[in-house]
């Protein structure tokens, strides 16, 4: 139940948990961990926005 609520989440802002302002429920008993999942999700998500340009580069190189 906890990582389906990161299923379809834009990824143009910040995943929060509730007690942060956002929209995901922390695990009963394990804010900090919780935090930790969505802050980890935001640095994947920022390392991907910063990789992407390279990325579809690389794979149109590969395609031609």
Same mark, same amino acid.
């Given at each position: 139940?906890? !990582?389906?609520?990161? /299923?379809?989440?834009?990824?143009?802002?910040?995943?929060?948990? #509730? %007690?942060?302002?956002?929209?995901?429920? !922390?695990?009963?008993? /394990?804010?900090?961990?919780?935090?930790?999942?969505?802050?980890? #999700? %935001?640095?994947?998500?920022?390392?991907?926005?910063?990789?992407?340009?390279?990325?579809?580069?690389?794979?149109?190189?590969?395609?031609?």
């Amino acid at each position: 139940a906890f !990582a389906q609520q990161f /299923a379809g989440k834009a990824l143009d802002r910040q995943v929060r948990i #509730t %007690n942060d302002g956002g929209d995901i429920s !922390a695990l009963s008993g /394990a804010t900090i961990t919780s935090r930790a999942v969505t802050d980890a #999700t %935001n640095a994947a998500i920022a390392k991907y926005e910063t990789l992407k340009p390279q990325v579809i580069e690389n794979m149109q190189r590969a395609v031609k």
